[in-house]
């Protein structure tokens, strides 16, 4: 593993030979290491992850998996692997050999992530724990597959959390209305009308222009998603491929919608934007508004579901619920509201007996 002092900096390099995925012999050289012994980790690191040992470090693993990612995930999604390798699995796991993680390391990892609490005292939501499990099981999975790494620790050991959140939040469309008479500001007033009586996300929100509408017909076309990644505006293609769709507005939504064009007329982005804010601006704004109205607080998300519990409330069938809200299938909206659907049990059932009793 020959590595060399630079003539002309206080620096080190490493110059070798490997061979690529194709076959071929190619040389490798990477300079501006601060001493010989980080040059020599990169060649070993650089060497190990083209051989695939499973004695690799787990580090070396989770970048070879984010590298592959790289190419096949949306940015968004890349960013909240990232974040949850980064965060809450690199600190516990990546100096360990990766053959040398067992399932009784990982069942003390998963102890110390039930056992943790901020600094008020709160745990991490069951949501959140089952997502960072996932995303553990997931670098295993990769190495399984592509690194001859004989089983998955984190799936023996079995996962933790819960798939999703116990509860959801959502808004009366009483609670809307004294939220929406403390917001001034005419971006925000139509960004949270928009939100409460559409059911879009936030980030198809942000990325709407004013082409995006038809008034004449009542249409708010989606067709891209708005995200900000490390400063950076970026925009998506909608989260599945159902959301990209066309939304039916209200006519008093279209007054209003109108009104803040030709009320903003020159303000836009040169993009283009309506709204030329961040998620995080949007979300201020909203507790702002939580805060003097005295409703109940909510996350930005809980607008759309929202949406859609008024929907389910007014009697529309799920298929068209899922359509307005961009589902790509209807057992998701299923699954996601379905504790808002007994209620409607009794009377279906009283609507049987008035069918066969022939009073209806």
Request: glycine share 6%; charged share 25%; proline share 4%.
């Amino acid at each position: 593993m020959p590595v060399y002092k630079c003539k002309n900096r206080d620096s080190w390099y490493c110059s070798f030979y490997y061979t690529d995925w194709t076959g071929k012999r190619k040389r490798k050289k990477k300079e501006g290491f601060p001493s010989k012994k980080e040059a020599r980790n990169y060649e070993t690191t650089f060497l190990m992850q083209r051989e695939g040992r499973c004695d690799m470090t787990f580090q070396t693993l989770a970048e070879l998996y984010l590298d592959d990612c790289r190419n096949r995930c949306k940015p968004t999604s890349l960013y909240a692997k990232s974040y949850l390798i980064e965060t809450k699995i690199l600190p516990y796991f990546k100096a360990i050999p990766v053959n040398e993680i067992k399932v009784s390391t990982v069942r003390f990892w998963q102890n110390e992530l039930l056992a943790h609490h901020d600094a008020k005292g709160r745990p991490y939501s069951g949501a959140y724990v089952k997502s960072i499990h996932v995303q553990l099981s997931a670098i295993f999975n990769y190495g399984m597959r592509y690194y001859d790494l004989p089983s998955n620790p984190a799936a023996l050991c079995g996962s933790i959390g819960q798939k999703k959140s116990s509860s959801i939040g959502f808004w009366t469309i009483d609670e809307f209305r004294r939220f929406l008479s403390y917001v001034q500001e005419h971006l925000f007033r139509t960004a949270f009308q928009l939100l409460f009586w559409t059911g879009i996300r936030s980030g198809e929100l942000l990325a709407l222009t004013a082409e995006d509408f038809d008034f004449d017909r009542g249409l708010m076309h989606i067709s891209r998603n708005y995200c900000r990644i490390h400063g950076q505006d970026v925009f998506l293609t909608p989260k599945t491929a159902k959301s990209v769709r066309a939304v039916t507005l209200p006519p008093f939504l279209c007054h209003d919608v109108r009104n803040y064009i030709s009320a903003s007329a020159g303000q836009a982005e040169t993009c283009g934007r309506l709204f030329a804010i961040s998620r995080y601006q949007l979300t201020k704004a909203l507790k702002a508004g939580v805060k003097a109205a005295g409703v109940k607080a909510i996350r930005l998300h809980d607008l759309r579901h929202s949406h859609a519990s008024l929907l389910i409330e007014l009697g529309y069938s799920p298929l068209l619920i899922a359509e307005r809200l961009g589902h790509e299938k209807i057992e998701t909206t299923l699954q996601t509201y379905s504790h808002l659907y007994p209620d409607k049990q009794s009377g279906l059932a009283r609507h049987l007996e008035d069918i066969h009793s022939g009073t209806f």
